[in-house]
């Protein structure tokens, strides 16, 4: 499987290797928004369709380390 470059992608990525808890609660916002940005156009294909699923689990998970409220 080949890795993709998505606009998106960077924010997540940030948000997964943050280690300051101060700062991992903004990565996580910021992926959030970056990844419902995305979702207001159609996604075209299949990767990146399942790369935004995956993400979006990923934001979940570390939601729920974090113990933040997500609404």
């Known amino acids: 499987m080949t890795k993709h470059s998505y606009a998106w992608r960077e924010s997540y990525v940030h948000a997964v290797l943050e280690t300051d808890p101060k700062l991992k609660f903004v990565q996580i916002c910021e992926a959030?928004?970056?990844?419902?940005?995305?979702?207001?156009?159609?996604?075209?294909?299949?990767?990146?369709?399942?790369?935004?699923?995956?993400?979006?689990?990923?934001?979940?998970?570390?939601?729920?380390?974090?113990?933040?409220?997500?609404?």
């Open 32 to 71: 959030l928004a970056a990844i419902e940005q995305r979702r207001l156009t159609p996604v075209e294909t299949d990767d990146e369709r399942h790369a935004l699923e995956n993400a979006e689990e990923g934001i979940c998970a570390l939601i729920s380390e974090t113990g933040m409220k997500y609404v």
